[in-house]
């Protein structure tokens, strides 16, 4: 059984930093792409940014772009997602998510993939 679980979300001051992380089990991972999504309140669910597990090619969303920073390590196989300068537009539920499809035009997209985790609360105060 696939399982992927969030941890690290927090209430903190924009202008601040937090790191979250997603482990991954029931399978290896070593050739799965992982992704971070987030979802406001009252909004739709939206691509962050995504990291190619083998090669390490990343991708952001143009909004975190130069501010959130993507890494896995494959021995643990945990995901992180750095976070600095944030905004309270960052403030979000953040998913992290798992596939292992070729190519890499699915990655920004909800439906490139399979399994999900259950997500974790980010608040940016102003």
């Known amino acids: 059984q696939v399982r992927l679980v969030e941890s690290g979300g927090a209430l903190v001051q924009a202008g601040g930093s937090l790191r979250l992380s997603c482990a991954a089990s029931?399978?290896?991972?070593?050739?799965?792409?992982m992704g971070w999504f987030r979802q406001a309140p009252g909004k739709e669910r939206e691509f962050v940014a995504a990291?190619?597990?083998?090669?390490?090619?990343?991708y952001y969303a143009d909004s975190v772009k130069g501010r959130f920073t993507i890494s896995r390590d494959n021995a643990k196989n945990t995901v992180y997602l750095q976070m600095n300068s944030l905004k309270p537009e960052d403030t979000a539920v953040y998913y992290c998510?798992?596939?292992?499809?070729?190519?890499?035009?699915?990655?920004?997209?909800?439906?490139?993939?399979?399994?999900w985790g259950q997500g974790t609360q980010v608040t940016v105060s102003s």
């Open positions: 029931g399978r290896s991972f070593s050739s799965y792409a």
């Open positions: 998510a798992a596939d292992n499809k070729f190519g890499t035009t699915w990655l920004r997209t909800i439906e490139g993939y399979h399994y």
């Open positions: 990291i190619k597990w083998s090669a390490g090619s990343t």
